[in-house]
């Protein structure tokens, strides 16, 4: 059964201090206008897990502000077989353009694809009432739209991943979900890249954004995040056990509890140890195994740089959609034993508790803020929110130029860009230098938070949301 996350309204006033005067006025504005365009409607965003990744990261937030201004926003997440989780999964990877992933989506693979949402359908539409926009998201839930078009809802589906260059697999996944997404009135994309001929004349681009006020992003002074990363047992230190560490979304003092379970040979690194650091779901398209084996490259070449490497990622087993997690953990964890002594000392891979979505992001954010340098190693991405907030942060970033990685970091500006996403020597480079240069890696920083200001903040993805709504009344 699909099921509701109930989320609480947060005041879009928050944002009044942080835009120019006509910014928030057009903003106040725009959101009377949404208010009053839905009065008697629901504006219902259907995804397929509320933990782990870019879109359960988003959607509470935006769905936050959008019910703080009157809006009836809800969230429902639908519910699915492990073999249905399996199929999305490849219709995800084969999205990506990865070898294989579309070849094996067959007739079978489509019944049961259509059964899961049909059984779903039929639950959300006891909910849904004719006139409702209904935003779906990804590829899970695209076979959805006929259903809910037919009972009368005002149907968009927006894709949060992509390829810059559609190969045959990526093709094969647009035959797979051609179906349901005839049944979308718009649709959205990342970058106008990856948007399919089949939705010419009905696709926009809309890029994600993150929120500067989630216990993620929050501002926390360095002696804070490195409390919260002793006690975690990221670093090796004695947890300062007085201050409270964090402000809960609700404006109470949070601590974090739990231990996180970390894989390493040595004791891990102090405070002083400059951090390099990718926060990722366990997938082999964010290439943990290129980080470790570009960064034991860089110890190899340069051992005199005084570094260790934290690989972090949620526990395995606390991600409903991602079956192959696991599997991609074991296979950077064998990896990791392959290599010197030296090198298991300075790596670390570590497993986030997920039960408590605040705790886990003020580990996140103590992490990416404790981080010399963050970096953002995939070989697709979607957009790559953990890029946006590390450079919210001011951090260091390194990214490969693939996907929505590219139109965020503008190489020497705000980060560094690796051009072959492949390229270990290259990614290798580019940490060196940054480590090895302080102050080089403090001005990308500065200019990083500017673009994230700029450009990837939540009234900014609220503006283009409200006239998605506007064009689905049309
Ligand atoms: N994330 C997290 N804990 C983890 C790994 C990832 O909270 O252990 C968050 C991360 O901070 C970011 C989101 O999950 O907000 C990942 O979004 P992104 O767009 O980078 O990638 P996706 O997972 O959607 O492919």
Known sequence: KPFEVHVPAEPLTRFEHELDEQGWNALRTLAQETQARMAGRTFWNISSTARGGGVAE???RLIAYARGTGVDARWLVLTGTPEFFHI???LHHALHGSPGDGSGLGTSEHDCYDEVLRDNAEEILVLV??????LLH???????GPALSSAGAHVAWRCHIGRDTPNAEVERAWEFLAPGLAAARLTVFSRAEYAPPQCAGRSLVIQPSIDIFAVKNQPMAPEVARAILATTGLLRETPDTAAPVFTRADGVTGRVSRGVDVIRLGAGPTAEVPLVVQVSRWDPLKD???????FARMLRKAPHVHAELVLAGPAVTSVADDPDAAATLEDVHALWRQQSRFVRQHVHLACLPMADSEENAAIVNALQRHASV????SLQEGFGLTLTEAMWKQRAVVASAVGGLQDQVVTGENGLLIREAGDTEAFAGAVRSLLEDPARAAALGRRARETVRAH???PRHLTDLARLIERLDA
């Open 58 to 60: 988003m959607l509470p």
């Open 88 to 90: 999305t999964k490849r």
């Open 129 to 134: 009432k004719p006139g409702d926009v209904v």
């Open 138 to 144: 990804d590829p899970q839930t695209v076979g959805l």
């Open 288 to 294: 943990p195994a290129g980080v470790l084996l570009g």
């Open 374 to 377: 963050v970096t953002q190693k």
């Open 456 to 458: 990837f903040t939540a």
